[in-house]
């Protein structure tokens, strides 16, 4: 195909790609980890200590040092699976697990509010929503605002003993949150 008439001993070309888009392999999710703040629970952390001797017990003597080495690894992890269980994304630190509660009330009223078929039950199911949706509400603000003087009593409490990282790190925090 010749070009347009301009002074140049180059061609145009013109091509048909066909593309097969595949997926990038190796690609993994972000690790999960285990929810170890549980284990500040005196009781959850006898349930795991108790849970991890008995799989130990079970486990016998083995000769080999890396299998011996796996089934160790695989008994803290099964232990920490069964006792205390994956960490949940928490985008906000502020929110406690009595609002977290409520939330799933007011998941559940508006889920009754949705399938309510007459007019009349929709009505007192909406009210009920919106009474609990005022709860959470009242509950968020109240975690927010005692967290935030939680943060501000430990920024106070680093400046004046002179923990500049540790100062810094809780305003950013108290900034951008």
Known sequence: MRGADVY???YLLRTRI????ARAEGMTK???GFDVRKLQSEEIRRKYNTEVKNRFEVLGDIEDPEEEH???????KDAAKKVIGWSKKRSKPWIGDKTW???KERKEAKLKME???SECLKQRRRQEYNAKNNEVKRSVREDKRNWMEGRATAAEQAA???RNKEL????KTLAYD
């Open 168 to 171: 810094y790190n809780i305003t």
């Open 115 to 117: 399938s309510a078929r």
């Open 101 to 103: 509660e409520k939330i």
């Open 70 to 76: 796996d089934m160790i690894l695989e008994t803290y």
């Open 8 to 10: 140049s001993d180059h």
């Open 160 to 162: 004046e003993n002179g």
């Open 18 to 21: 066909r593309l097969k888009l």
């Open 30 to 32: 972000a690790r999960v």
